[in-house]
């Protein structure tokens, strides 16, 4: 089934546009002081994250030209190598650990984290195979095989990191896209239950964990501890106010709130640009979640539709829950805000995403 | 476009509704934080980032009724250490050499406080100025000055017990400046400092000056002159008899206001560390005594405001009463033989009172001893006063009614015992002890004034009258010669009380000498107690070693008051100083 291509979707395009901009601004001026610090040079991340949003961009642009069928085809073949960078990170000599975590590959200068490609990978094959299983997967076992099987494979992959932020986002966005592949809403109901009778018991099996969740309910309780991060970022966020404290002037990133230019970068944007800022932001993402399912229900074959939604769903629900740690909401898990936080392979794998959402745009039947 | 597309499509419209509901109730929670919590996460997040070094404010005053400085509050540099800076700058040692040498302390403990893992460290109080400026030339990162005020008393020893002490964090701890620390002290204030979390100071940062508010200052009502004439009058007469201690109070009778207190042993508030503690016990106050003769005031007063004697009931002393097992004896056995009250209350006649105090009963004895304030607190405002022992009531058998009756088995605080002394001279209230006059602000506005107050009405008019009048006699003929004061008629009581011994029974060569007056008899202006706990030597009687005492300080203040004579001055040598001459009169023993 062939279409006549049309143009890119362009608010898509601008919505990536405008996050990306407001990203590096942010990581720029939320590092600024960490870097002069630490390396003697204030533009030292914002430097790294131009370079890697360049790549970004390009990469991005790559995959808006390719035909994005070829990645049906290929789902397998990603999948699988999605598995091998996940296992190899476990592997002493192959992953660096970092505070205690298993998440990073080292490739000479730069470093990459599995976790982000898997996510992508995984979306690719949801969609090549629920789109092959079409009516079947309202049968117990088509949801079981293979798609339930290998998320299941995945997630215990992502866990041993330990990366619970992760597999909370993977798990998310697979659900999410078993509800628009037309799983029964029974089955989705029992694998939702199981879904969080499965974070509980990994929450408790952790001290930390546990920690970090029952701090999430009362942080004043350890404030120097599990609530620590909670309360620098609600300090930087509620000193922000209306208006914002300008561009520049936080003060919670002089050290105060940890992973300020990374997993905590909303609190800063909240703190520099107050509430107006935070409401264009998720506007921002509104408008990127809208656009991303309208590509996805315009979509004329099921398979750019299940992409679609995938990759939306990844992206929009990454976002949501990394707004949810920083503004208290949730129990800290340390994931990334997509477009604006720094880090590489977020950017990356991000990017790709959408550049593969703005080639199924392409394609899109005249609605 | 196969049939699953529409079932598909109604799932992403789902999912969308879904994904924008989360991010409505997100925007609403940031609301929330941002909005309503904003500014209150703003000062708490303020606040963990502050660093603030403490401005001491300055202690009020302390003036004399006739605004003179009595104790007063100077500044002093403090050196403090923020050890953050210090560590950031990298120089610690060469900061805790040089700092060490000008100090003159060990480099070692200056050296551990400018590293010391806190945000801000005192190295030195009460930096003398040329060190000052030594170090500030320095310019050392993390290392300033800070003003702390220090209280200095001018006047070094006067007055000593009522003003009290105040120790180096500006704090009352004892006298009037502890009892009004809380007006005095003031609320410090702060210079804050914003820093990040390496301690490192921000660019544009916030830096606040929140001033301290300097503390109250009081008018006491202590006279400095009457003060004065006090403290030379007791130390005199401390350093003659060496007593263990001694004390003299001046009061108003009319308003209770004290006008000098002071006790020995003393010390000198500004150097307080060098005396023993003992010497800063408040004798006046903290300590209780058996009354003696002077406690035959209140039973007088009892007598008489009863109805139980007049002036001119007839007594008969024989020298000796028994009482039960006992026998009460007039001084030195000796026996009065008959005599009116009056000359019972000249005499001091021990039977005739403990008499007196049998016809009274248990019953109205006690009601008077506790209307004239006896066994409870005068509350003057000074810290530590002593309650005083009476005999439990419900205990009381004759023997106690007939001691009691002539100054014995109970104790009372000297304070106690004057204020009572000053319900007789003012025509029958208790007033309440009174040593603040205002508290005025910093501006010197009074924002308080203090009114003299009455505490009951013990006695009426006529009585006080008819005591007073017996009283004078006590001085003009009877054993209180000794405090006559050229020109004034005076009323007064002696007093030598033994001093019990411990574990029962009495010492046989410890006394506690006084007497407490007032003058003019018929308008009193002052009422004056001097009391000498164990003089050495002989005499040791009231009239003898307290009444002169008693003489020279009323002598003085009535003249220093401008109180008119009220008899003629029989040699125009006003201008000896008092104390001396009454010394050199004929003595006579009570």
Same mark, same amino acid.
């Given at each position: 089934m062939r279409l006549k291509k049309r143009s890119p979707d362009f608010l898509l395009f601008l919505t990536t546009m405008l996050l990306l901009v407001i990203g590096i601004v942010m990581v720029f001026s939320a590092s600024a002081v960490v870097a002069e610090q630490k390396f003697g040079n204030a533009y030292y991340f914002l430097k790294l994250q131009l370079g890697w949003a360049a790549i970004s961009l390009f990469a991005m642009v790559m995959v808006m030209m390719i035909d994005y069928y070829r990645i049906k085809k290929l789902a397998w073949s990603f999948l699988i190598m999605g598995l091998v960078f996940l296992v190899a990170v476990l592997i002493p000599d192959i992953g660096k650990e970092i505070k205690g975590a298993q998440r990073w590959i080292d490739l000479g200068p730069i470093s990459f984290s599995p976790a982000e490609l898997i996510k992508l990978c995984m979306v690719f094959f949801m969609a090549a195979s629920l789109s092959q299983t079409g009516e079947k997967i309202k049968t117990l076992r088509g949801l079981i095989f293979p798609h339930l099987g290998i998320l299941g494979l995945v997630v215990v992959l992502v866990l041993l990191q330990p990366d619970l932020g992760t597999a909370v986002v993977l798990g998310g966005t697979i659900y999410l896209m078993l509800i628009a592949a037309g799983a029964r809403w029974a089955h989705l109901f029992g694998l939702a239950v199981t879904g969080v009778i499965g974070v509980i018991a990994i929450i408790i099996s952790e001290p930390y964990r546990m920690r970090r969740l029952t701090a999430f309910w009362d942080p004043w309780q350890s404030p120097l501890d599990a609530g620590f991060q909670t309360i620098q970022s609600l300090y930087a966020l509620g000193s922000g106010g209306l208006f914002g404290l300008g561009l520049g002037r936080s003060r919670q990133k002089m050290f105060y709130l940890p992973e300020q230019h990374t997993d905590f970068i909303f609190s800063i944007l909240g703190e520099e640009l107050g509430y107006l800022g935070v409401l264009v932001v998720i506007l921002l993402f509104f408008l990127f979640i809208w656009r991303g399912l309208r590509i996805a229900v315009t979509c004329p074959d099921a398979f750019g539709s299940l992409l679609a939604v995938g990759i939306t769903c990844m992206i929009g629900f990454q976002a949501i829950i990394n707004i949810a740690v920083a503004s208290g909401s949730m129990p800290v898990t340390g994931i990334t805000l997509p477009f604006l936080s720094y880090g590489g392979s977020s950017l990356l794998f991000t990017l790709l995403g959408v550049g593969i959402l703005l080639n199924i745009s392409k394609f899109s039947t005249s609605r | 476009m196969n049939p699953t597309a529409i079932g598909v499509r109604r799932r992403i419209y789902y999912l969308f509704i879904f994904l924008a509901v989360i991010l409505f109730l997100l925007i609403l929670r940031l609301g929330w934080v941002h909005l309503v919590q904003g500014e209150e996460l703003y000062q708490m997040a303020l606040d963990n980032r502050m660093r603030d070094v403490p401005v001491e404010a300055k202690r009020g005053t302390l003036y004399d009724r006739h605004h003179k400085e009595l104790a007063l509050s100077i500044s002093s540099d403090a050196l403090y250490a923020i050890p953050p800076e210090v560590r950031q700058s990298g120089k610690e040692q060469q900061i805790a050499q040089e700092l060490a040498r000008i100090l003159g302390m060990e480099e070692a403990v200056v050296l551990e406080k400018i590293t010391r893992n806190s945000r801000h460290e005192w190295i030195k109080l009460k930096v003398p100025p040329e060190q000052v400026e030594e170090i500030k030339r320095l310019r050392f990162k993390g290392i300033d000055f800070a003003e702390k005020s220090q209280r200095f008393y001018p006047k @070094? /020893?006067?007055?000593?017990? =009522?003003?009290? !002490?105040?120790?180096?964090?500006? +704090?009352?701890?004892?006298? !009037?400046?502890? #009892?009004? @620390?809380?007006?005095? #002290?003031? +609320? &410090?204030?702060? !210079? =804050?400092?914003?820093?990040?979390?390496?301690?490192r100071e921000i660019p544009q940062a916030m830096h606040m000056y929140i001033p301290p508010k300097d503390g109250h200052s009081l008018v006491l009502t202590i006279d400095e002159t009457i003060q004065y004439i006090v403290e030379r009058e007791l130390e005199k007469l401390y350093q003659a008899r060496q007593p263990k201690a001694a004390t003299i109070i001046v009061m108003d009778p009319s308003t209770g206001e004290i006008l000098a207190l002071a006790c020995r042993p003393d010390f000198n508030p500004n150097d307080y560390n060098h005396y023993p503690a003992v010497n800063r016990r408040n004798v006046a106050i903290s300590n209780a005594y058996e009354p003696g003769s002077v406690f035959k005031i209140i039973t007088a007063a009892a007598g008489l405001e009863e109805g139980v004697v007049r002036p001119d009931t007839p007594f008969y002393c024989s020298g000796g009463l028994p009482v039960g097992k006992h026998t009460i004896h007039c001084a030195n056995y000796r026996a009065h033989g008959s005599q009116r009250f009056? @000359?019972?209350?000249?005499? #001091?006649?021990?039977?005739? *009172? #403990?008499?007196?105090?049998? /016809?009274?009963?248990?019953?109205?004895?006690?009601?008077?001893?506790?209307? *004239?304030?006896?066994?409870?607190?005068? /509350?003057? &405002?000074?810290?530590?006063?002593?309650?005083?022992?009476?005999? &439990?009531?419900?205990?009381?058998?004759d023997i106690h009614l007939a001691t009691m009756a002539m100054g014995q088995a109970n104790a009372v605080t000297p304070i106690q015992m004057l204020t009572a002394v000053c319900a007789v001279a003012n025509g029958g209230n208790l007033m309440q002890p009174q040593l603040v006059r205002t508290v005025l602000n910093v501006h010197g506005e009074v924002i308080q004034e203090s009114s003299p107050q009455v505490v009951r009405r013990v006695i009426a008019q006529k009585t006080s009258e008819e005591l007073r009048l017996l009283l004078e006699e006590v001085v003009a003929n009877g054993t209180g010669k000794n405090a006559q004061v050229e020109g004034y008629r005076v009323a007064g009581k002696t007093g030598t009380a033994q001093k019990p011994a411990p574990g029962g029974g009495y010492l046989t060569d410890e006394f506690v000498a006084s007497f407490v007056g007032f003058a003019p008899a018929e308008q009193p202006q002052i009422a004056v107690l001097v009391l000498i706990d164990a003089p050495q030597g002989y005499p040791y009687y009231g009239g003898l070693v307290a009444a002169p005492v008693f003489s020279a300080v009323v002598k003085d203040t009535l003249r220093y008051l401008g109180v008119p004579y009220e008899l003629p001055v029989q040699n125009s040598s006003v201008e000896v100083p008092a104390g001396e001459k009454s010394i050199e009169k004929k003595i006579t023993v009570p």
């Open positions: - | @070094d /020893n006067l007055a000593a017990h =009522v003003l009290g !002490i105040s120790g180096i964090d500006n +704090t009352g701890l004892e006298g !009037i400046d502890k #009892s009004y @620390d809380s007006e005095l #002290s003031g +609320t &410090p204030g702060r !210079i =804050v400092i914003e820093y990040d979390a390496g301690g009056a @000359d019972v209350v000249a005499n #001091s006649c021990n039977v005739g *009172f #403990s008499s007196l105090g049998l /016809n009274m009963g248990v019953n109205s004895f006690y009601k008077y001893v506790r209307a *004239f304030g006896f066994g409870q607190k005068s /509350n003057i &405002p000074l810290p530590g006063e002593a309650l005083g022992i009476l005999v &439990p009531q419900s205990q009381a058998r």
